[in-house]
């Protein structure tokens, strides 16, 4: 069974950096895909950003492209969020969740797969 835990979720000012942290376990293979998604009050949840940590592939939200940085030790287990320049619309419960792939990008956005594990979520909350 695999098994996520975010950490790092925190309030931070606009303009200010928070760097979440996704430690899995439980990976069948070393083959797998790890996503960090979001989730604002009265909002659908959407991808913000996703790493084939075998081959190092990264895919990008358009509105966190340039702000955010996914990173991964693979033998470690561990996937990275470096969040930058943050603002208010980043405020949001954020997720990471495994599968074997990311998804696409169309059009510069990123499309995420259906993603089948999930952790319990790190609050992120920015302001003004």
Not at 58 to 83: E, H, P
Not at 103 to 128: K, L
Request: aromatic share 10%; proline share 2%; net charge neutral.
């Amino acid at each position: 069974e695999v098994q996520l835990k975010e950490s790092g979720g925190g309030l931070v000012q606009a303009g200010g950096s928070l760097r979440l942290s996704c430690a899995a376990a439980g990976m069948a293979s070393d083959h797998f895909a790890i996503a960090w998604f979001r989730q604002a009050p009265g909002k659908d949840r959407e991808a913000v950003a996703c790493m084939t940590v075998d081959d190092g592939g990264k895919y990008y939200r358009r509105s966190g492209k340039g702000r955010f940085t996914i990173s991964a030790d693979n033998a470690k287990r561990m996937v990275w969020l470096q969040m930058n320049t943050l603002n208010v619309d980043d405020t949001g419960v954020y997720y990471c969740a495994a599968d074997r792939r990311c998804g696409v990008m169309y059009e510069g956005e990123y499309y995420p797969t259906d993603f089948a594990s999930w952790g319990q979520g790190t609050q992120v909350t920015v302001s003004s």
